[in-house]
């Protein structure tokens, strides 16, 4: 990728990092002592008071874009496998004694119909990366459902006794249905197999189970 020239329109170059991301500083006359900074794209956005001096601009942009940086990269990392299976590692402990930790548990994109899966011969979970900024008790429940499977194969009464340990079981299921049906509404291409309509399955099926 081509390096862009960092500057704000109509502002001048800025005295930025040469391996920082491309920055837009805005300055408002609403503004009057606030700073705030988001992204846009891959462009970084500070936005500063109008009474600013360069000299309060540069010190700002400078700390803002950092701040930036920092919140992005703690934001990776907590969706990371590794934070993952310390995550699967807690709620096994937590609801099931430890008894279901399993060998791997990792992101995935390629699995579009299910929250998701588990293959308990091998000890593995996956979890759809669609999961990702859903709030953590939602993804917490499709972890412990995952992890019960370990346990319990199916969805009989033993299972989804296992899985009960979960305080916030029916309002994440709740949670996740709604989102099954505002994503079958824009039209997802699925089979609609037993009259789903498309979309999201609720949650996985064993794949080997
Ligand atoms: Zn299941």
Sequence with gaps: M??????????????????????EVRRSGRRRKTVSAFWEGSTA???????????QE???????????QQDTARRRGAHSDEALMERAAALSQQYFGGRTEPASIRWVTN???????????????????ELQGMPEWVVDYV???ELAHLLVS???PQFWELVGAYPRLAEAKAFL???????????????GGAGDGGGWDLIDDDEDA
């Excluded at 699995?111 to 990366?129: D, E, K, M, N, V």
């Excluded at 509404?185 to 699925?190: E, I, K, N, V, Y």
């Design 111 to 129: 699995q579009r119909r299910r929250w998701g899966s588990c293959t308990p011969s091998q000890r593995t979970i996956r979890l759809s990366h």
């Design 58 to 68: 540069a010190h700002w942009v400078e700390r803002m874009v950092e701040r930036l």
């Design 45 to 55: 956005v500070v936005a500063i008071p109008a009474s600013f001096t360069r000299a």
């Design 154 to 156: 199916g969805h009989g």
């Design 2 to 23: 081509a390096r862009e020239a960092r500057r704000a329109p109509g502002q001048g170059a800025l005295p930025l990092t040469e391996d920082g991301p491309p920055v």
């Design 143 to 145: 972890i412990v459902h």
């Design 177 to 191: 249905a709604g989102v099954a049906f505002a994503g079958s509404g824009r039209g997802d291409a699925g089979d």
